[in-house]
Nanobody
Framework: QVQLVESGGGLVQAGDSLTLSCAVS????????WGWFRQAPGKEREYVAL???????NYEEHVKGRFTISRDNAKDRVLLKMNSLTPGDTATYYC????????????????WGQGTQVTVSS
């Protein structure tokens, strides 16, 4: 049974940076695509980024150029480096394992972490 555990969230000021980490256990990490989503209070879960098994990166338009997704196959973890944070980035961030279909749909991911809270103050 695969398990995903996010960490690295916190309270920061606008313009600051944060790096989120997602530790994966119980599965074959290197063969899978991994994504990050976020969910703000009262809003639907929103796609943020994905990295393929070969290291190709894809980003949601609003984070492109500010966020960087990466993977460490030796340590079975996925990272999300977030720069130039704004209050609009405030949300709970989740990592997930991609299963099939469109990358930007949460229903196409078959394993999720519990989330880590990111709060950006103005």
């Amino acid at each position: 049974q695969v398990q995903l555990v996010e960490s690295g969230g916190g309270l920061v000021q606008a313009g600051d940076s944060l790096t989120l980490s997602c530790a994966v256990s119980g599965g074959t990490f290197s063969q899978y695509y991994w994504g990050w989503f976020r969910q703000a209070p009262g809003k639907e879960r929103e796609y943020v980024a994905l990295i393929t098994a070969d290291g190709y990166e894809n980003y949601e338009e609003h984070v492109k150029g500010r966020f960087t997704i990466s993977r460490d196959n030796a340590k079975d973890r996925v990272l999300l480096k977030m720069n130039s944070l704004t209050p609009g980035d405030t949300a709970t961030y989740y990592c997930a394992r991609f299963y099939h279909g469109r990358w930007d749909r949460a229903s196409n991911y078959d394993a999720w972490g519990q989330g880590t809270q990111v709060t950006v103050s103005s």
